[in-house]
């Protein structure tokens, strides 16, 4: 049985054709991984499992890993290394189907394998990722994308959008949600009772006082003010080299990224295999690879599982947080 002491823990295999139930597979196929949690297993049947994997899932014969089959239909003439609407359409599904575990209390976390944003599209879903596909699907009225690895923990205030669109994007609320969302989760998750926090300006050197734009003088700026008003250690706005390499020599607990790539591109220059996605707001743990499908390597027996293991340990860690501070219910 099922030990009611440990984090239940849904792993989601992302799109079949993809490197999700390779990574999936070896992740679980580690003893000391399996340990740490009971986990259900949302994806294909066992043998689709295999087949796309390129390995057994041996450990299914233990009580501590489920799988819970959400149909196999179109993936029989699937082949590895190609977005598909039949893929898509079945990412989607194993995500859903662990929203309505979660929403039945009967797992403490998600932990997602990566999707295709093509194959979704293709399969007719307007979510250009899996943060806005979980926001909707639990009706989370905010969130906020996160990552933690090496030396930082790195907060978006804009996500999947064009950069000329992530620009029109950026605001003071929104600035000021990633502030105190990011600041929460740190206090909560990672123990820190007061973070500090950097917010990375916008434009070269921060705008250089408005000679390269005005956005940090007339956004960015205000909205740290009002976020120190609401009782986050904020400061900035701060050039994002400056920010990075500053939280690098432990003077920042969070960075605040003005947009996707201005995040994303330290944190997997210093910490690709270890780094962690972790979705802040929802009603649920839940915890991602840092990369993608990987179609290029997807059913060749490559893919480097660390990024997964380790979005199956902070899962872990981040629900037996949570237990401590409900006082062990």
């Known amino acids: 049985m099922p030990n009611a002491s440990r984090p239940r823990i849904a792993v989601t295999l992302g799109d079949p054709a993809g490197i999700g139930p390779e990574v999936s597979l070896k992740a679980l196929a580690d003893a000391d991984v399996r340990r740490l949690a009971d986990f259900t297993v949302f994806g294909p049947p066992a043998a689709a499992w295999a087949r796309l994997a ?4 041996s450990f299914l014969g233990e009580a501590s890993v489920t799988l819970v089959d959400c149909g196999g239909a179109g993936l029989d003439a699937l082949a ?18 662990a929203v309505e575990a979660a929403k039945a209390s009967r797992i403490d976390a998600i932990v997602t394998g990566p999707i295709s944003k093509e194959a979704v599209r293709l399969a007719g879903h307007p979510w250009p990722g899996h943060t ?3 926001a909707e699907a639990f009706g989370a009225p905010e969130v906020a994308m996160m990552f933690a690895g ?4 790195v907060i978006l205030v804009t996500i999947h959008v064009a950069l000329v669109e992530a620009i029109r994007s950026i605001t003071a609320e929104a600035i000021v949600k990633a502030c105190r969302l990011g600041s929460d989760a740190v206090r909560r998750w990672f123990g820190v009772a007061v973070p500090r926090v950097g917010v990375c300006g916008l434009n070269p050197h921060a705008g250089e006082a408005g000679r390269f734009g005005h956005e940090e003088r007339e956004i960015i700026g205000p909205a740290i003010e009002e976020a120190r008003a609401a009782g986050v250690c904020a400061a900035g706005p701060l050039p994002p080299d400056t920010a990075f390499r500053q939280a690098m020599e432990g003077r920042f607990d969070l960075v605040v990224a003005m947009y996707h790539d201005q995040g994303l591109i330290p944190i997997k220059t210093v910490a690709f295999a270890e780094s962690v996605n972790i979705t802040v707001g929802l009603p649920v743990v839940r915890t991602s690879v840092d990369h993608g499908t990987a179609f290029d390597i997807a059913g060749r027996g490559r893919a480097d599982a660390s990024s997964m293991k380790a979005a199956i340990r902070m899962a872990a860690g981040m629900v037996a947080s949570d237990r401590e501070a409900a006082g062990g219910a």
């Open 54 to 57: 390129g390995a057994e899932p």
């Open 80 to 97: 590895p290394g190609c977005a598909s609407r039949e893929g898509g359409a079945a990412s989607v599904r194993y995500v859903l189907a």
């Open 132 to 134: 806005e596909l979980l």
């Open 150 to 153: 090496g030396p930082f923990r």
